[in-house]
């Protein structure tokens, strides 16, 4: 499965992606297609996973 590790602490608009997202500074955050997951939510990502 592909993937992006982004170091938003390093990369200046990826922090402002990230705030414009979830509105604040939490790490991780994963993106599913168009949704958005905050922290590591094992069932949430299975299910938009398929797995």
Do not use: H, S, W
Request: no cysteine; charged share 25%; net charge neutral.
């Amino acid at each position: 499965m592909a993937f992006r590790d982004v170091n938003v602490m390093e990369d200046a608009d990826a922090r402002q992606d990230l705030i414009r997202l979830t509105g604040q500074m939490a790490v991780p955050v994963i993106l599913v297609g168009d949704q958005v997951v905050r922290g590591f939510d094992k069932p949430r990502l299975r299910t938009l996973l398929g797995i």
